[in-house]
């Protein structure tokens, strides 16, 4: 993500594009989760907020001057206008900027990193749009609400910086009970992000992980005596028949999502696998899905 | 050159190469194909897997395979590989190149052709001079030897002769050969009596080689009528292996059609040299048969005219009535049934349904009175060609027949009673025949001894009576008269048709003579002695190759030659006219065998195949390359590279390498040039030319515009807006009608557009000429419009003019008009003139003129103005003035649905004006 920084305008401008279609999550009431903690979403029960809920008969102990005496007055029966209950919460969000990110297979595909960031930037706009708080994980940009935060978001995944091959979780700085989404192709160690997740668990954090990988990756589309080199050119690997190892990479492909999808159930998290190939709604959704419902 | 087969290489040292094949193997199975370097994030997880199998370090033995072949080809295709190399013609010096020229050469005449040709090329390469000789056509002297590209020029000329020489001919030319030369014999593959000896003289001067084509030969024997049938008879040379050929008659049909008449199939036994068929046809399409032919065998020889000999005449016998019943030696007709039975068809019955039959002859027997009806009838026959035959008798002698006046259907008249002479109660002995006179159609006919009259009918002194005689006693009085009507002619024997009165009808020369009168059928081949004094002069002559020609002026030939001709230069194959039959010469005749030729060992003998020298390294090269670009594609699909990141880059590679598809060359189409024509051509469009002068161009379009909105309001022509035509620039074809104002100042068209324009006016298009000065002049060169139109009209092709004369199509195509006005109102409007001859049929309003569209209309009343109107359709111009004005303008418009009318539908107001007539004369 070194050469070819995308400017921030054409992040922003992607990342509301990929947004507009999608019905903010107030429209989306009927998905809200009751019990959760998540940003001003309506919690299906009547409480502190500004939006109407119900009308309820009033029971003896009500206050005389909660009754809404313009509904009252359509009837014998005195009523109560209630409101839902809203609360607002913080979510984290990773990227994953190292240099196996920057890969396409074709001209035709995002970089696995672009996706990730449009992803994430959309998410960080819904979010933003229903009242959460949005932030990334680490120290570098704490939870904000509030339309100048996207473009901080914007700004903070569009920097460019010496990145190592392989990119580790980071999940320092997160803050109790909140939520998080890690963006990443997992394809490096494990470990880190055993680790990142059994410390945000820890704290009571939950989220989803997002597997972004190429079409390339899932297939292994190749043949014949071939070198492959990791792309910051840390790892090469030689095979005189790169056709016999499909197999075997495939399989250790899906040995690695068993993984990652043991880890999360463990740790109460959420994984999904999303292919540059794909359309990108598809994940965006799912992950409105991940963090909308209380598992 | 270096052959294999029919495979020659140019260098074949490269064939060398080959040998280090297995060198290259080797090498290519040394060296593994190179790695791919690739960037790929999931390498990680293919840390530590290690490969199976090492096979990909060495090429596969099918990509080596692949390899090899490419180079081997390379090798083979740089050894320059030529197919059927050119063998060169061995020797030096003199070549001559001798064509048999028979009709047997006919088959395959262009491979002939096409071989000497080789020969000849060759010998011009290597610098021999050449003599071509036909022995049907052979030089009054020796070869005469040319420069190559000389004799090459003779070769068109030469023609395959429908005649086969003769061995004395052929002898005495090879005793002028002198010289050393080669031979190159292109033989006819038959077997000549002169053959062995010529071969034998070719031989004393260099070396022979003899080519001859494989191909059959066949010889159709002359058709004979036996059993009721024509017994058609093909011969061929080689007996070899089974043939079906299929045998076809051809003649004119009624209508005077020539077309096949008759097909029938023909099939050779497996070793068998003759195959016969028989063809019964009835004898009226018998008779309209005039040759045969092989079908698909083009040789004079596969041809065989037929001549009178198949024909087989119908004559018609009536005798008067038969009174002694049972005598039938006694009965007129026996002898003549006798005679002309087995050589004629004979027609019985009454004379009425007899004369309905159409019989080429009619003979009465002793008949003396006819009715006048039939008599009359007999009369218009005779008249049409028809041979009435009399034979005198008791009844003919005691009637007054043709005895004071001469009756139309007896060519002298008689005296009464007639003469007997030598008789029991008479003097005398009885009478021989006198020498046939060389006037006579008996000429030449021997008389035998024995044949005496001893009774006959006598004719009356004439002044004619000499003219008609044919035949005369010893003392000269007539035995045979006749008398020419109209085509055909009246014969009267003057004694009886049985052998009551003469020894006459049980003699030879009785069928000889009905024969000579054309009564009876010939035999098909007639003696020389039969035909002695004749002369018979060639109606169609066969060329070599079997097609019909016409004779021209070739000189006649005399019988007796006739009868013994071979076919020959002086007697050609074909159709010989006698005074009143035709002979047929034919290439076969009835015992014609044909032999093959066999030649001493000797004599190389090759086939005519001319086989193509084809270089093959072109071809060999190319697929070399496609080796190759399959070799690329192999290697690239070893190395993984047709599939992963770089295979587009790869495949666009190939398509590079490989497309070379030419590009379509597409045909420069002017789109402009496009949508003139569809304007012009998707409606009717009237057309102006244009001149150069804006403002006349302007009235000419308005003026069309105006007479198109008119006939679109008036009539089923439903013009579009008119177009203004560049004569330089568009094509002309797509308009019926051009209005040409004239200017004294526009220049003049090219050479180009004036071609265009005659084109334009020979085939059916009009221009209308207006000259505008009808006001100042009158028609002709007195303006200086007229004297321009001149000038331009030159190079026109313009027929003759004349005024509209008042019958003219272009006065009632639409409106009955006389005058023809524009803004002026001369009656000087030229069209083409009709035909000199255009006559005015009674009772017929109008001539029947010239049956084309006139192709130019001039005139100076200035049309377009009148017609003119603008965009409003209000009229730009004023005619005249008042009421008198409008008519004339109204009458110009008229005018304009006459022309166009006229230029749509040509003369079919003509046509219609003949209507009522004829459904007068179809009496309705």
Known sequence: MSAAAPSVAALRADAEGLAAPLPALMADAQHLAQTVMLGSHGRRRSGMGDEFWQYRPAVPGDEARLIDWRRSGRSDAHFLREKEWQAAQSVLLWVDNSASMDFASDKALPTKAARARTLALALAILLIRGGERVGLSGFSLPPRAGEVQLIRLAEALCVAQDVPDYGAPEARGMLPRSRAVFVSDFLGDIGPVTAALTKAADRGVRGALCMILDPQEEAFPFDGRTIFESMGGSLTHETLKAGDLRDRYLARLAERKAALADLCRTTGWQVHCHHTGEAAAAALLWLYGALEHDH | ?924
Do not use: C
């Open chain 2, 1 to 924: 050159m270096f052959t294999i087969g029919a495979l020659g290489f140019t260098a074949p040292w490269l064939l060398l190469g080959l040998a280090a094949l297995p060198i290259l193997w080797l090498l290519l199975r040394a060296v593994p194909p190179a790695p791919i370097r690739r960037r790929f994030p999931g390498v990680a997880l293919l840390l530590g897997l290690t490969d199976d199998e090492h096979q990909t370090d060495k090429t596969p033995w099918w990509l080596l395979l692949l390899r090899t072949l490419a180079i081997a080809a390379l090798i083979l295709g740089f050894a320059g590989p030529v197919l059927n190399p050119q063998v060169r013609e061995p020797g030096t010096g003199p070549l001559l190149v001798l064509f048999d020229g028979t009709w047997a050469d006919a088959r395959d005449w262009q491979r002939r052709i096409d071989r000497a040709g080789g020969a000849l090329d060759e010998a011009g390469r290597d610098g021999r001079p050449v003599a071509v000789v036909a022995l049907t056509d052979l030089p009054v002297e020796g070869p005469a030897f040319r420069a190559a590209d000389a004799a090459a020029a003779d070769l068109p000329g030469l023609t395959p002769r429908p005649w086969v020489p003769e061995a004395a001919e052929v002898a005495t030319w090879a005793q002028t050969l002198d010289g050393g030369f080669d031979t190159i014999w292109l033989s006819d593959g038959l077997e000549h009596p002169w053959r062995a000896d010529l071969l034998s003289a070719l031989e004393d001067r260099g070396a022979v080689r003899v080519f001859q084509s494989p191909r059959p030969i066949y010889a159709l024997r002359p058709a004979a009528f036996e059993d009721g049938a024509i017994a058609l008879t093909l011969v061929r040379a080689e007996t070899g292996a089974p043939a079906e050929l299929i045998l076809t008659a051809h003649g004119r049909d009624p209508n005077g059609v020539e077309r096949v008449l008759a097909q029938m199939p023909l099939a050779f036994a497996p070793g068998a040299e003759t195959a016969e068929t028989a063809l019964s046809l009835p004898p009226e399409l018998r008779n309209r048969v005039t040759r045969f032919e092989v079908e698909g065998v083009r040789s004079a020889g596969a041809v065989s005219l037929t001549d009178d000999a198949l024909k087989r005449r119908e004559v018609a016998l009536m005798a008067g009535a038969d009174n002694r019943e049972g005598l039938r030696l006694l009965s007129p007709t026996h002898y003549l049934s006798q005679a002309l039975d087995p050589v004629a068809d004979l027609i019985d019955g009454s004379l009425s349904d007899i004369l309905l039959a159409n019989p080429d002859v009619l003979i009465l027997a002793d008949v003396a009175t006819l009715s006048d009806a039939s008599a009359a009838a007999v009369a218009e026959w005779i008249e049409a060609g028809g041979l009435l035959v009399r034979f005198a008798g008791p009844r003919l002698a005691a009637s007054d027949l043709s005895r004071a006046e001469e009756d139309p259907l007896m060519p002298v008249r008689l005296r009464a009673g007639g003469r007997t002479v030598g008789g029991a109660m008479s003097w005398g002995e009885p009478k021989s025949l006198r020498a046939f006179s060389d006037t006579s159609p008996f000429y030449g006919l021997a008389i035998p001894d024995d044949v005496t009259v001893s009774a006959q009918v006598m004719a009356q002194p004439d002044p004619v009576l000499a003219d008609r005689t044919i035949a005369a006693l010893s003392d000269g009085t007539p035995l045979v008269t006749r008398k020419r009507v109209g085509q055909g002619q009246v014969v009267l024997f003057h004694v009886t048709a049985n052998a009551e009165w003469s020894s006459l009808p049980l003699s030879g020369l009785f069928v000889s003579m009905l024969e000579r009168l054309a009564i009876s059928t010939r035999p098909s081949r007639p003696e020389a002695a039969d035909l002695a004094g004749t002369i018979w002069t060639p109606d169609a002559v066969l060329d070599g190759f079997g097609a019909v020609q016409e004779a021209g002026n070739l000189p006649g030939v005399a019988g007796e030659d006739l009868a013994e001709a071979r076919p020959g230069p002086e007697t050609p194959p074909g159709l010989y006219a006698g005074e009143d039959r035709r002979l047929a010469v034919n290439v076969a005749d009835a015992d014609t065998v044909l032999t093959p030729a066999t030649w001493p060992a000797r004599v190389p003998v090759e086939g005519m195949t001319v086989a193509q020298e084809t270089p093959l390294k072109g071809a060999i090269l190319t697929a070399t390359l496609i080796l190759l670009a399959l070799d690329v594609l192999a290697s690239l699909w070893i190395a993984g590279r047709l599939s992963g990141p770089r295979a587009g880059a790869a495949a666009a590679v190939l398509m590079a390498a490989l497309v070379v598809a030419p590009q379509a060359g597409a045909q420069d189409r002017d789109p402009a040039v496009e949508d003139f024509a569809l304007a012009a051509t998707t409606e009717v469009v009237l057309g102006h030319v244009v001149t150069g002068d804006a403002e006349l161009d302007r009235i000419a379009a308005a003026g069309l515009k105006g007479i198109s909105e008119t006939l679109y309001a008036r009539t089923s022509i439903e013009p579009a807006a008119p177009i203004a035509v560049d004569l330089e620039t568009d094509e002309l074809a797509f308009f019926p009608f051009l209005y040409w104002p004239i200017t004294p100042d526009q220049p003049r068209p090219s050479d180009e557009a004036y071609a265009k324009l005659n084109t334009y006016l020979r085939t059916g298009g009009m221009i209308l000429f207006d000259t505008r000065d009808a006001d100042v002049a009158g028609f002709g060169a007195s303006s200086p419009e007229g004297r321009k139109l001149q000038e331009l009209a030159r190079p026109l092709d313009i027929p003759p003019l004349e005024p509209v004369p008042s019958d003219h199509v272009l006065t009632r195509t639409f409106y009955l008009l006389q005058d023809f006005p524009g803004r002026h109102q001369s009656r000087d409007v030229w069209v083409e003139a009709a035909p000199p001859d255009a006559e005015r049929v009674e009772g017929m309003p109008f001539r029947n003129l010239n049956d084309n569209v006139t192709p130019v209309v001039i005139g100076g009343n200035d049309w377009a103005a009148a017609w003119a109107v603008d965009d409003a359709g209000n009229r730009l111009f004023p005619v005249g003035r008042g009421y008198a004005g409008e008519r004339q303008r109204e009458i110009a418009l008229r005018f304009g649905v006459n022309l166009i009318m006229h230029v749509l539908t040509g003369n079919y107001k003509s046509d219609q004006v003949h209507v009522p007539a004829l459904l007068d004369r179809l009496g309705q």
